[in-house]
């Protein structure tokens, strides 16, 4: 299993960002996806999930409103697109799938929400 995150940045107050995880490995199509994100000090906390086919998904409450969380089967890759960005969105933003009760993590990739 490969998970590989891309698509963060420096951004300031208010923009937008789109990160993308690319999935390897195993049948993506069968499986929910979720991100997560870990701010420095901070513990890691659950972004968004989506379900294996896409008609379900969740969000935590400060991702409510401004995040929206995707997926391509035929790509293999899960997004989240992130609006209306703030400071305390910064983090290293992780993509997540458990499989065969085992957890696995992409390396994350790092936003930075600054003026």
Do not use: H
């Not at 968004?48 to 400060?62: H, K, N, R």
């Not at 089967?73 to 458990?98: F, G, I, Q």
């Amino acid at each position: 299993v490969q998970l590989v995150e891309s698509g963060g940045g420096l951004v300031q107050p208010g923009e937008s960002l789109r990160l993308s995880c690319a999935a390897s490995g195993f049948i993506f199509s069968s499986y929910g996806m979720r991100w997560y994100r870990q701010a420095p000090g901070k513990e890691r906390e659950l972004v968004a999930g989506i379900s294996s086919g896409g008609e379900i998904t969740d969000y935590a409450d400060s991702a409510k409103g401004r995040f929206t969380i995707s997926r391509d089967n035929y790509k293999n890759t899960v997004y989240l697109r992130m609006n209306s960005l703030k400071p305390e969105d910064t983090a290293v933003y992780y993509c997540y799938v458990r499989r065969r009760a085992v957890d696995y993590w992409g390396q994350g990739t790092q936003v930075t929400v600054s003026s």
